[in-house]
């Protein structure tokens, strides 16, 4: 396999802005916010944006970020492909807009932002079209309330997903958990924790441990996953026969 067969699933977006095209030899683009005065929302949108294209198994070839640079170096409305890296694992694209941009509603801000978003997808890979449109529309269903899922397990009594959302800073992500009981078909949607960022919930969750029916997530360990467990509450156990209404006493 070739390094430009290789392809990854997309997981990260964000959003970059330049006076002109970003290009070897100059400066990095900077983060969006001073020239185009974009949403504080817009952060964790393309958070959102990119964690539920990874769990849809959508990918835009090798990079698995994509960075979007706002700019008037290009027409409003249109996107440029450039082949600007510095890395093999980002892929940038120019997306113009409008003049009158900062002055706009912050709501009608966001969704230029989204829509450049999608459209920037569509046209990386449009063989996931279908996907694409499905995260389009659990993005603008659900917004801060869509939830990523972070680790999944099934035994022969139950199906259980733990799942995060990404809110927007500085308010903590959540961590619940789904638990399907597979002899009733009744479920449960217990939230069992935060974490006080969104990056933070894959290192609470790393192994599903049910002894006795007492579920348990154990967090990973390393030496970064022990710093973030220090700043973060451990996530509840569950008692799953008590959540289908069974007694223990």
Known sequence: MTPSSITHRLRDVRYFESLEPPALGK???????????????STALGQRIGMRCEESGVSIGRASHLYLCFTQSVPPGTLVFTEYSIATWHQFMLCGLESNFNVLPEREKLAIVTGATFKVLET???????ALQTVRQDIDTLGESLRITVKRKETSKY????????PVHPRAAEVFLR???????AERDI???????YDQVSSLVDRIAIVRDILTVHPKKSFHAEIVN???????HVNLLEQFGVSTH
């Open 159 to 166: 199906k259980l997903s733990v799942e995060q959302t990404v």
């Open 230 to 236: 220090s700043m973060n509450k451990p996530l509840q």
């Open 124 to 130: 990386l890979a449009p063989q996931y079209a279908v």
């Open 179 to 185: 638990v399907t009981q597979l002899s009733t078909g």
């Open 191 to 197: 939230k069992i924790g935060e974490a006080a960022f």
């Open 27 to 41: 400066s990095f683009p900077s983060y969006a916010g001073k020239l185009f005065k974009t949403p504080k929302a």
